[in-house]
T-cell receptor, first 114, second 115 residues
Framework: DGGITQSPKYLFRKEGQNVTLSCEQNLNHDAMYWYRQDPGQGLRLIYY???????QKGDIAEGYSVSREKKESFPLTVTSAQKNPTAFYLC?????????????FGPGTRLTVL | AQSVSQHNHHVILSEAASLELGCNYS??????LFWYVQYPGQHLQLLLKYFSGDPLVKGIKGFEAEFIKSKFSFNLRKPSVQWSDTAEYFCAVTTNAGNNRKLIWGLGTSLAVNP
């Protein structure tokens, strides 16, 4: 059963702590993405990766970091430098690099920083 | 800069009413257009997409959208909504400009269908 998994579903952290969100896909997709979803603001792109060992900043990369050491994995670290980290985080992947290929989404992780 | 506008932020309808959600984009070249839906508690999923050919595209669950190039629009329609269509709907676009592989998203429209 192919898909994208994100864990955990809910995550709580104390202010000042770094936290890493997991994203794994078994779709053999080349590109992977991290978005942040806040009420009324749609989806905002944090980072994306088109191939292994390469990634680019999205529109709101400050305070976040990523790695892409394996094709199937694209973890996101929310650092203490992120000023407003409480949000719903979505991971997505896309087959190939053609612009008309759709993105597939994971179930999301809701991060709450206390 | 390229952008996507969804004109209706919140829509409330009764069952069997017709639906049209507006989506406009700002880019003069070739575009690929998508509508995604997020049902309560579920993954964001693709409703339909357009990249070439017939500008009227049909998607899942009876939804359709029409690409009107002269109006830079890709409005989503359904003739008769059901309670189960209650969800958030997002319009998104990619362009063939340069090396841009990113989806540009609208802010979303929250649809509530009353039984």
């Amino acid at each position: 059963d192919g898909g994208i998994t994100q864990s955990p579903k809910y995550l709580f952290r104390k202010e000042g702590q770094n936290v890493t969100l997991s994203c794994e896909q078994n779709l053999n997709h080349d590109a992977m993405y991290w978005y942040r979803q806040d009420p009324g603001q749609g989806l905002r792109l944090i980072y994306y990766s088109q191939i292994v060992n390469d990634f680019q900043k999205g529109d709101i990369a400050e305070g976040y970091s990523v790695s892409r050491e394996k094709k199937e994995s694209f973890p996101l670290t929310v650092t203490s430098a992120q000023k407003n980290p409480t949000a719903f985080y979505l991971c997505a992947s896309r087959r190939g690099l053609a612009e008309n290929n759709e993105q597939f989404f994971g179930p999301g992780t809701r991060l709450t920083v206390l | 800069a390229q952008s996507v506008s969804q004109h209706n932020h919140h829509v409330i309808l009764s069952e069997a009413a017709s639906l049209e959600l507006g989506c406009n984009y700002s880019y003069g070249g070739t575009v690929n257009l998508f509508w995604y839906v997020q049902y309560p508690g579920q993954h964001l999923q693709l409703l339909l997409k357009y990249f070439s050919g017939d500008p009227l595209v049909k998607g899942i669950k009876g939804f359709e959208a029409e690409f009107i190039k002269s109006k830079f629009s890709f409005n989503l329609r359904k003739p008769s909504v059901q309670w189960s269509d209650t969800a958030e709907y997002f319009c998104a676009v990619t362009t063939n400009a340069g090396n841009n592989r990113k989806l540009i998203w609208g802010l979303g429209t929250s649809l509530a269908v009353n039984p």
